[in-house]
Nanobody
Framework: QVRVVESGGGLVQAGGSLRLSCAAS????????MGWYRQAPGKQRELVAT???????NYADSVKGRFTISRDNAKNTVYVQMNSLKPEDTAVYYC???????????????WGQGTQVTVSS
């Protein structure tokens, strides 16, 4: 069974920092793009940041300059370092991986279970 699991969420004060991790495990042939998304209560899920296997990154305007996405291909893990956190960053953060289980199969997206990030004022 292939799965992705997030960790590192929690409660922090405004201005603080948090580092989230997401590890993909199971029978995986390759992983292309990995990314972080978030969803606040009553709102749509939105892009936070993505990173390709080659290291190209993309950020939402709301997090540019504060968040940094990175990955360790050898560990099939993606991270997001979140600095200068604001109450508006409060949401469930989800990890996404674009992967193949074999070289013959098609590419599909797999979501993690989510981890709660709460920023207090």
């Amino acid at each position: 069974q292939v799965r992705v699991v997030e960790s590192g969420g929690g409660l922090v004060q405004a201005g603080g920092s948090l580092r989230l991790s997401c590890a993909a495990s199971g029978s995986i042939f390759s992983i292309n793009t990995m990314g972080w998304y978030r969803q606040a209560p009553g709102k749509q899920r939105e892009l936070v940041a993505t990173i390709t296997s080659g290291g190209s990154t993309n950020y939402a305007d709301s997090v540019k300059g504060r968040f940094t996405i990175s990955r360790d291909n050898a560990k099939n893990t993606v991270y997001v370092q979140m600095n200068s956190l604001k109450p508006e960053d409060t949401a469930v953060y989800y990890c996404n991986a674009d992967l193949k289980t074999t070289r013959w199969s098609s590419t599909y997206s797999l979501w993690g279970q989510g981890t709660q990030v709460t920023v207090s004022s």
